[in-house]
C-alpha cells in the first residue's frame, strides 16, 4: 500500500473520534496570521468557536526484504494537536481526553480498516504514543499541544 493511502486511512481515524477539532492530512501553514487561524478554528459547545486541530505527518519510512519478493514497509507518523488553553472549560482535560480516545481508536484497529498489516518487525513500543506535550503559541494564540506518533505497516 502506498504511503498516500495509510495518511488517507489515519486521517479517517482521527475524524471518527468525537469533538476532535479540524484534521489536516499534512502541515498547513498561511503568512497570514488570520487565514492560518481559520484552517483550525472548531466551532463546537460548549466554547465558543476556537483553535481545535490536528495535522499528520510522515516522518520516517523502513523497508525490509523479508523473502522472494515480498518487501514490509513500516511508516512513522506525527500527528500534533492543539487545542486553546481554557481554564473555564478546563482545556488540558479535555486535550488529554482527546490524545486518550486516538490511541483508543488506533489500538481497537491497528490496521486501519484493513488498510494496513498487522506484521511488524523490531522491538519498539506499539501503538500511539505520546511523546511530547506542553503549551505553544500556535496561531498567535497560547495552545495544549500534543505530538503523538505511531506506525503503519504494508507491503511493496
Avoid at 78 to 89: I, K, S
Wanted: with cysteine.
Amino acid at each position: 500500500m502506498s504511503v498516500a493511502t495509510h495518511r488517507a486511512a489515519l486521517v479517517a481515524l482521527l475524524n471518527s473520534v468525537p469533538d476532535i477539532g479540524r484534521v489536516h492530512e499534512f502541515q498547513r501553514y498561511s503568512r497570514e496570521e488570520s487565514v492560518f487561524r481559520s484552517l483550525y478554528i472548531y466551532d463546537a459547545p460548549p466554547m465558543l468557536p476556537h483553535l481545535r486541530g490536528w495535522q499528520v505527518s510522515h516522518t520516517d519510512q523502513e523497508r525490509r526484504t523479508l523473502g522472494i519478493g515480498r518487501v514490509l514497509i513500516k511508516n512513522a507518523w506525527t500527528v500534533r494537536g492543539y487545542l486553546v488553553f481554557n481554564d473555564e472549560h478546563r482545556s488540558e482535560l479535555v486535550f488529554d481526553a482527546l490524545c486518550e480516545a486516538i490511541a483508543d481508536v488506533y489500538q481497537a484497529d491497528p490496521t486501519l480498516g484493513g488498510v494496513c498489516t498487522a506484521e511488524m518487525f523490531g522491538e519498539g513500543p506499539d501503538g500511539v504514543q505520546k511523546v511530547g506535550a506542553g503549551p505553544v503559541v500556535f496561531c498567535g494564540v497560547l495552545c495544549n499541544s500534543a505530538a503523538l506518533q505511531l506506525e503503519t505497516w504494508g507491503y511493496a
